[in-house]
């Protein structure tokens, strides 16, 4: 990689840290030539501490490590994406990230549509909600209804109108979150497994 140390008047990059599975930013650090080159030597992420003129390898004390996975340079070469796996939190202030929020695995809207679910059960009492009426008829109706999107899905996968397989799909999914939901569960737990079985 071609990196532009000499755009600073001190040699220093930003250097964004993501968590390189939630992809999550984590914070933000300087690096000069040197603290890069050590960071790519130990695989341990190092910055040149602004504060204390030195080189300084988060988690040194703490042992909070952040365990170097990727590195891309940007466009203009003078600002790097580091990929890491956090060792415990990131923050000095314990925090999992530098802006004091939780570093949790997010699907985009499916975790919306999963927090959907949850405040609807939660206001079970709502009569208009479909989500409460379905937890309040139970676990077997729920799974009932699983069943039910699942057969139908088969049944559209058969035929050629992909609207209709995509709608039972969509139907299918949503239910299955709120299966998920009635057993205790979120997708993070499923995912979770499929992970385990990566060879």
């Known amino acids: 990689m071609n990196i532009d140390f000499s755009k600073s008047a001190h040699g220093l990059i930003p250097a ?5 599975e939630t992809k999550n930013v984590l914070m933000l650090g300087y690096m000069n030539a040197e603290a890069y080159q050590k960071t790519i030597d130990t695989q341990k992420v190092t910055f040149f501490s602004r504060s ?9 004390e703490s042992g909070n490590f952040l365990n170097l996975i990727d590195v891309k340079n940007d466009c203009d070469g003078d600002t790097l994406l580091i990929q890491a796996k956090p060792v415990g939190p990131t923050c000095h202030t314990g925090s999992d990230t530098c802006w004091q929020e939780p570093n949790n695995q997010e699907y985009g809207f499916i975790s919306h549509l999963e927090k959907t679910i949850t405040t609807r059960r939660e206001n079970a009492d709502s009569e208009k909600s479909y ?4 937890f309040k008829l139970g676990i077997n109706k729920i799974a009932q209804k699983v069943g039910e999107e699942a057969i139908e899905v088969v049944i559209e996968a058969k035929d050629d109108n992909d609207d209709l397989f995509l709608s039972e799909s969509a139907d299918l999914l949503f239910h299955y979150l709120i299966l998920l939901q009635a057993k205790g569960f979120k997708l993070d737990n499923v995912i979770n497994v ?3 079985r990566q060879k």
């Not at 964004?16 to 390189?20: A, E, L, R, T």
């Not at 204390?52 to 040194?60: F, M, N, P, V």
């Open 194 to 196: 499929l992970k385990s």
């Open 52 to 60: 204390k003129q030195r080189l300084w390898t988060k988690g040194e």
């Open 131 to 134: 989500v409460a009426s379905l």
């Open 16 to 20: 964004i840290i993501q968590d390189s």
